[in-house]
Every structure is written in structure tokens, then in C-alpha cells.
């Protein structure tokens, strides 16, 4: 039981990153950055919406929700270093260790492209990212949509994550020892919607595609890591969305994070499942427009 999201199939092709550098020596350094994440920039507004996928996922899980936005906004899809098409040369196990690394580089990559007062959406894991990017760069985003997230995935004292520590460590332990075999079993779980099965199959060979040893590592950052003392400090305007039914961030979490976000607007979805922006788009797009 772990995860999130999922992605296959070629970008549509309205994905093109369109820059036009100033120096050469400019273009060089931009490049460096938006290389190694896979970005790509389309859209026609001015204001920015950056789209961060969750673990054993890429950019490509955004498709049905890009379009809908692509009209008013600049669109920034990128992928982590370590997924999809990011350069794997450039992943360092001490730097993404825990999630701070991986915040470091969306910071990196905003800057990069001279983004200010955007949209972050984050899905899963990525939704804690963005909570830290908003409290560590705030210039950079107006808003935060966080889908299906969670500070913390273990039980606390009196805070429900929805796994014991012992179930946390036997997923990782499973992980470890048969990525292919752990791939098969959870994706169809973390996806839901039994009814409709190439969902929980996208998944699957989501996660099959990510290098197993980089997929280990990634989950011990996502699943250990602790964030609930940064919700207070998010002075960014929030929406939680939330699946009525989630086995990897089930509703008391959603309701938890809104708590703890001043000010932060909360949305229960009748979606079910961990990724609504593949099972149920509409919806998800629907309360994403009603907040923005």
C-alpha cells in the first residue's frame, strides 16, 4: 500500500518547450536545468501552473488535466530526477535522501524560468514538496493544489496516518527485496476502481518503468518523512483535494492537512482511489477551477 499516481503514452504534441534565450551563456545554463528535469513549457497565459507528478510516475499523468488550463495559463510540466525522462545521470542518493532535495530542484527550476506568484499543483508526495517549496521560496507561488496529500504516512499517538510503522517497513521491505513483483501487487491498489483495470494496469507499468534502485529510495523518502510542523507555516492560499476513498491518504489525513494549513479550503471528491487526475478528470478539474 503506497503510492500514487500514474503515466504512459507520449506527451501530446502541444507539449513543445518554446524558450528563447538571451546569451548564449544563458541557454546553456537554463538548458542544464530544464534537460535534466524533462520540462516542457506550452500554454498561452501569463501566469505559470507547474504540475508535479508523485513517486513511480511521470509528467504524463497530467494529460486529461493540462488541456483544461492550457488556454490561461503557462504550463510547466517536469519530471524528478529519477522518473520518466529526467537525465538518471543526475540522480544523487545522498541529495534525494529525503524530500528537501527534491524541493531544492523545484525551486531551482522555477527560478530558472523566472516564475512568480504561480499555481502548484502536486499530487501525492509531490503535494508535500510544494508545501516546502512554498514555505522555503513563498515568492514563487500564489496558489497550492495539493491532491491526495499526506505529512505523514504512520500512525502517531493521535494522529492517523493510516499505517502502523510495521506495515510502513514490511511495504519497504517488500519493495526492496521484488520491485517487480511489489510493482504488480500495489498499483492496482493504490489506483483503485477495481470496475475500470487499465487504470490499476497504467500504473503497474508506471511503476515497472522506474529504475528499481532509485524507486527504493524514493519510497523511504516518501514514506518516513514527517512534514506536519510545516503545515502551520504555509502562509500560500491552499485547496486540499480529497478521494472519499483512499487507501494511501484516506480522508482524516485530507482533513488533517486542512486543519493545519491556515486558511486552506477543502474539497472531498466522490473520486475513489489515490489518483483522480487519471480516474476522474473532470472532477478533479472542476473543483481545481472553482478555487482558482
Known sequence: MTNMAICQGLLPQFFCYRWQPETIQQEDQHLSVLQRHNVHVSGSGSQAMVFAHGFGCDQN????????????????????????????????????????????????????LGIRDGVFVGHSVSAMIGVLVARRAPELFAELVLIGPSPRYIDDEDYVGGFSEGQIHELLEFLDSNHMGWSQAMAPVIMGNPERPELGEELTNSFCRTDPEIAKRFARATF?????????????????????????????????????????????????????????????????????
Open 61 to 112: 499523468m497530467w494529460r486529461f488535466i493540462v488541456p483544461a488550463f492550457a488556454d490561461h495559463y503557462r504550463i510547466v510540466l517536469f519530471d524528478h530526477v529519477g522518473a520518466g525522462g529526467s537525465d538518471l545521470s543526475a540522480y544523487d542518493p545522498e541529495k534525494y535522501a529525503t524530500l528537501d532535495g527534491y524541493t531544492a530542484d523545484v525551486i531551482e527550476l522555477c527560478r530558472e
Open 224 to 292: 518516513l518523512s514527517d512534514n506536519r510542523t510545516d503545515l502551520a507555516k504555509v502562509g500560500t492560499r491552499s485547496l486540499i483535494l480529497q478521494c472519499s476513498e483512499d487507501v494511501i491518504a484516506p480522508p482524516c489525513v485530507g482533513e488533517y492537512v486542512h486543519r493545519a494549513i491556515p486558511g486552506s479550503e477543502f474539497v472531498l471528491l466522490n473520486a475513489t482511489g489515490h489518483c483522480p487526475n487519471l480516474s476522474a478528470p473532470e472532477e478533479t478539474i472542476a473543483a481545481m477551477k472553482a478555487f482558482l
